[in-house]
C-alpha cells in the first residue's frame, strides 16, 4: 500500500514513520478480509473467521477509525473502498498487483455475508 504523506520530502522522520505503520495497518486488514472463506464458511454462507469480520468492520463500518487513518496517510477512505470491491481493468503486463481478482472476489462474499447477517449497512 502506497501512502502519500511519507513519501513527501517536507515529511518530518516521525510523521513519516506513523504513515507508514498506518499504510500497513490498512493493508493487513485488506489482507485479512479477503482470506479464503473455509470450508464451513462457504457451506453456511457466512464469515466464521474473527480477522476477516474484524478487518471488515475496520474497513467499512460506519463508527469506524478506517477513515481517519486513510486521511493521514494521505488517501480517501472511499477511493480505498472503491478499488477494493469494483471491477477493475486487468493490470498492465509490466505492473505487480498485489490483491488480485481471486481477492477481490473473496472480499465481495465476506463483505455481502456482513450485510446479510445485518452487521454492514
Known amino acids: 500500500m502506497i501512502d502519500f504523506v511519507s513519501t513527501r520530502e517536507t515529511t518530518d522522520p516521525q510523521t513519516a514513520a506513523c504513515a507508514r505503520l498506518l499504510a500497513t495497518v490498512i493493508a493487513h486488514a485488506i489482507s ?7 470450508r464451513d464458511e462457504k457451506k453456511q454462507g457466512r464469515n466464521l473467521d474473527s480477522d476477516a ?12 477509525v478506517f477513515p ?12 480505498i473502498r472503491h478499488a477494493l470491491i469494483n471491477v477493475r481493468q486487468p493490470p498492465a503486463l ?13 472480499l465481495l462474499a465476506r463483505v455481502r455475508w456482513h450485510r446479510i447477517s445485518g452487521l454492514l449497512q
Open 53 to 64: 469480520i474484524a478487518a471488515i468492520d475496520f474497513l467499512f463500518g460506519e463508527d469506524s
Open 32 to 38: 485479512d478480509a479477503s482470506t479464503p472463506p473455509s
Open 94 to 106: 509490466n505492473t505487480r498487483v498485489t490483491f488480485r481478482e481471486e481477492d477481490q472476489r473473496i
Open 68 to 79: 481517519l487513518y486513510a486521511d493521514l496517510i494521505g488517501a480517501s477512505a472511499e477511493s
